[in-house]
Nanobody, 121 residues
Framework: QVQLVESGGGLVQAGGSLRLSCAAS????????VGWFRQAPGKEREFVAA???????YYAEVVKGRFTISRDNAKKMVLLQMNSLKTEDTADYYC???????????????WGQGTPVTVTS
């Protein structure tokens, strides 16, 4: 069982930056792949970024070049650095984890509760 807790969301002006954190429990965190997803009001959940257990990184086209995903296995944490934020980045952001074969945009086993991000113009 893995528990995930997101933090770092908030209110920011367009062009600004935020760093989201995903803190995980569990002894074998280093073996997990971790993804970030987001869901805006009235829209479906969408993939944002993922990092595999061997540090391969994947990004949605809409965030590529602006967002960076990283992990610190010693701290059992995954970070999502978000720069050059746009109003369309406004959403609830969720981290998720899984083991086994990774399809970055696919299904994950464990989910956090989410953290809200609001980008104002």
């Amino acid at each position: 069982q893995v528990q995930l807790v997101e933090s770092g969301g908030g209110l920011v002006q367009a062009g600004g930056s935020l760093r989201l954190s995903c803190a995980a429990s569990g002894r074998t965190f280093s073996s997990y792949h971790v993804g970030w997803f987001r869901q805006a009001p009235g829209k479906e959940r969408e993939f944002v970024a993922a990092i595999s257990n061997d540090n391969s990184r994947y990004y949605a086209e809409v965030v590529k070049g602006r967002f960076t995903i990283s992990r610190d296995n010693a701290k059992k944490m995954v970070l999502l650095q978000m720069n050059s934020l746009k109003t369309e980045d406004t959403a609830d952001y969720y981290c998720a984890s899984k083991t086994g074969f990774l399809i970055p945009t696919g299904e994950y086993d464990y989910w956090g509760q989410g953290t809200p991000v609001t980008v104002t113009s």
